[in-house]
């Protein structure tokens, strides 16, 4: 079972228009809500992030939803699940990295706090929405233009170094454990473009996010390895294809716009009849569909 078997089955049980993307769009009210959480030991090590770094990761992971969406981030609430031998320094260095992360436009409003057997971390995002037209992972468009925010494959890079015990001053380390939300590109999708659009981060992977948006419109999106941006340092680790295409947590977006309405970011791709993903690699074509790409991601559910 994966995550996305187990989303689907919410979204069949409560039967939520308001579930499929990462933000809920609350139209009535002129918000957009996320959530996500942070397992000690699934998603991050205590032997390689900073209590600072923690909170400020968990802050960041959030506001990149709210970017994806095109609203701006605006409040927070963080709920800390910690076991007993974790002490007053450890909650004021995660406090000074999620108040870090913040900034001087998002203003942490409350929470919880609980006893575990690991650190927990569980945080909610709301974004306000204002004039700014917000996105969908269905808004996708045959003709529309495929665009990438920045670098892919850095933070999986980092990983990699950190897991081979390469703790060492790095820029792929930095971008695993201090990654920064692209509220500013967001802003500017969500002020330029006046149509539908499609937009999501690239949590999951570069991969992932585009299959998400292919399946979820109903088109094929061919895209051109070439043109993905990433860090040409990256080309020294073995697997480095593979960590652009699928390694997540560059928290980068992936916006799916009409062809030449935006003159920022990169271009990778264009959207095309069809359904999935056509990646043109290496001088090949390659199609990959839906389950070809989520047997290549993260699972949570998975004991490696």
């Not at 400020?56 to 605006?74: H, R």
């Not at 999986?156 to 790095?170: D, F, K, P």
Request: aromatic share 8%; charged share 25%; net charge negative.
């Amino acid at each position: 079972m994966k995550e996305k078997d187990f989303i689907s089955i919410i979204k069949q049980i409560s039967n939520s228009e308001y579930i499929g993307d990462d933000c809920a769009f609350l139209e009535d009210l002129g918000i957009v809500v996320t959530q996500d959480s942070l397992v000690e030991d699934v998603h991050f090590s205590m032997k390689y992030i900073s209590p600072y770094q923690l909170g400020y990761k968990s802050v960041m992971v959030n506001v990149s939803d709210v970017a994806a969406s095109g609203a701006e981030p605006k409040y927070l609430t963080i709920a800390l699940s910690m076991p007993a031998d974790v002490d007053d320094d450890f909650i004021k260095e995660f406090y000074k990295g999620a108040k870090s992360a913040c900034g001087e436009d998002i203003k942490i409003v409350g929470g919880d706090i609980t006893g575990g057997d690991k650190i927990f971390i569980s945080v909610c995002a709301i974004g306000a929405v204002g004039k700014r037209k917000i996105s969908s992972r269905k808004n996708a468009k045959v003709g529309y233009d495929v665009i990438v925010s920045g670098n892919h494959g850095s933070s999986a890079a980092g990983l990699e170094l950190l897991l081979s015990g390469q703790n060492v001053e790095s820029d792929f380390i930095k971008a695993h454990l201090e990654p920064v939300a692209q509220v500013e590109f967001g802003k500017k999708i969500a002020q330029n473009v006046p149509c539908d659009y499609a937009m999501m981060d690239t949590s999951d992977g570069l991969m992932d996010a585009l299959s998400a948006i292919a399946n979820e419109s109903n088109v094929l999106l061919e895209i051109d390895f070439d043109k993905i941006p990433y860090d040409n340092k990256i080309s020294r680790f073995q697997n480095w294809q593979d960590l652009i295409l699928y390694g997540g947590e560059d928290y980068q977006l992936v916006a799916v716009v009409p062809k030449g309405l935006v003159d920022f970011g990169f271009v990778i791709g264009e959207v095309k009849e069809g359904l999935g993903v056509d990646l043109k690699m290496n001088g090949n074509r390659f199609h990959l569909s839906k389950s070809d790409i989520e047997n290549k991601i993260f699972n949570h559910f998975v004991k490696g």
